[in-house]
C-alpha cells in the first residue's frame, strides 16, 4: 500500500494544478466578456483592450475571407445556372412561340385599358410642342 500513495499525491496534484488554470481560464473568459474587472490595473486592461482588438480584426478578416469566398461559389453558380438555361432553351424550340403569344396579350392588355403606345406618344409630342412654343415665345420677347 506504501507504493501507492506516491502515485495517488501525485495525481491528486496534476488534479489541482488542473482545477486551478481552468479557474484562471474560466476568469479570463469572463474578463474578456467584460465580467469581474474590478481587481484589474489600467496597464492590465490596456493589455486586455489590445487583445480583444488582435483578437477582433482576426475575426473580421476570418469573416471577409469568408464572404468573398462565397461571393465567388455564388457568382459560379450563376454561371451556371446561365449556361443550364441557355442549353435547356435551346432543347426545346417551341419556346419561342409561347413567348410571342405572351407579347400579343400584353398588347391586348393595353389596348383594352386604352393606354395604346400611339396615345402616350401623341401626349408626349404635344406636350413637348407646348414647351416649344413657349420657349420660342420666351426667345422672340428677349429680341425684341
Known amino acids: 500500500m506504501h507504493a501507492h500513495a506516491p502515485s495517488f499525491q501525485l495525481e491528486h496534484s496534476k488534479c489541482s494544478s488542473l482545477n486551478e488554470q481552468l479557474a484562471e481560464a474560466s476568469l479570463q473568459l469572463r474578463q474578456m466578456r467584460g465580467e469581474e474587472l474590478e481587481g484589474l490595473s489600467v496597464e492590465e486592461l490596456q493589455q486586455m483592450e489590445k487583445n480583444l482588438e488582435a483578437g477582433l480584426q482576426r475575426v473580421l478578416c476570418t469573416k471577409d475571407r469568408q464572404f468573398m469566398q462565397e461571393i465567388s461559389e455564388l457568382q459560379q453558380k450563376g454561371i451556371q445556372l446561365a449556361e443550364e ?34 396615345s402616350v406618344m401623341t401626349a408626349l409630342n404635344s406636350g413637348s410642342s407646348q414647351d416649344n412654343d413657349d420657349s420660342s415665345d420666351n426667345i422672340s420677347l428677349k429680341l425684341g
Open 85 to 118: 438555361n441557355m442549353r435547356l432553351r435551346n432543347q426545346m424550340p417551341q419556346v419561342p412561340s409561347a413567348g410571342m403569344l405572351a407579347v400579343a396579350d400584353t398588347e391586348n392588355v393595353l389596348t383594352e385599358e386604352g393606354q395604346s403606345s400611339e
